[in-house]
């Protein structure tokens, strides 16, 4: 069974940092591209970032570029968000999220999510 | 970057009625290979988003065959044959063609009458 689980999310300070993590279980991790997308209260499902099967290729969304940093340990499979510089409007729930590049070409599961709040 | 513009945002649907929600997209989703990948997700309350319909049309294994999706170039189609209590929730069209970024509609809210 795929299972994707968040960790890091709280509450932090404008201006602070913030790291998540995303524990991989049930496939073989290094085969897959994974993302971070982000929801904000009572909001719609935003992307944020990809990174490819062997971390070598990386993307971004404007409003997070230079800010946020996606990384894996594919030895450990686990995926992670670095979050800095962070702003009231990156409150949200950041769900990590395995892409089936390979057959599907598309996002197919998602982990439970994890919040973070940034307010002073 | 691709804009998905979902219609209607809010569905209210009696049950055992159909329901269907439009999803266009601001460029044709067809690659080079003349794929198309238009997706669908279904987020109930409190839950996690998950995948419905992959590539247009492919239905994800354990979905009901009450969901359905169509749809070609620009315009796409998520229709529920006969609404049942469990479909509440929101709807989200993305596509993974012209990526970065992958984009999402706005959502559509289903709820029953």
């Known amino acids: 069974e795929v299972q994707l689980v968040e960790s890091g999310g709280g509450l932090v300070q404008p201006g602070g940092s913030l790291r998540l993590s995303c524990a991989a279980s049930?496939?073989?991790?290094?085969?897959?591209?994974m993302h971070w997308v982000r929801q904000a209260p009572g909001k719609g499902l935003v992307w944020v970032s990809h990174?490819?099967?062997?971390?070598?290729?990386?993307t971004y969304a404007d409003s997070v570029k230079g800010r946020f940093t996606i990384s894996r340990d594919n030895a450990k499979n686990t995926l992670y968000l670095q979050m800095n510089s962070l702003r009231a409007e990156d409150t949200a729930v950041y769900y990590c999220?395995?892409?089936?590049?390979?057959?599907?070409?598309?996002?197919?599961?998602w982990g439970q999510g994890t919040l973070v709040t940034v307010s002073s | 970057d691709v804009v998905m513009t979902q219609s209607p945002l809010s569905l209210p649907v009696t049950l055992g009625q159909p329901a269907s929600i439009s999803c266009r997209s601001s460029?044709?989703?067809?690659?080079?290979?003349?794929?198309?990948?238009l997706n669908w997700f279904q987020q109930r309350p409190g839950q996690s988003p998950r995948r419905l319909i992959y590539?247009?049309?492919n239905r994800d294994s354990g979905v009901p065959d009450r969901f359905s999706g169509s749809g070609s170039g620009t315009d796409f189609t998520l229709k529920i044959s006969r609404v049942e209590a469990e479909d509440v929730g929101v709807y989200y069209c993305?596509?993974?063609?012209?990526?970065?970024?992958?984009?999402f509609g706005q959502g559509t809210k289903v709820e029953i009458k």
């Open positions: 993305m596509q993974g063609t012209h990526w970065p970024p992958w984009t």
């Open positions: 990174i490819n099967s062997d971390g070598g290729s990386t």
């Open positions: 999220a395995r892409d089936d590049s390979t057959v599907t070409q598309s996002i197919d599961y």
């Open positions: 460029q044709s989703l067809v690659d080079s290979y003349g794929n198309a990948y």
């Open positions: 590539k247009v049309s």
């Open positions: 049930g496939f073989t991790f290094n085969n897959y591209w």
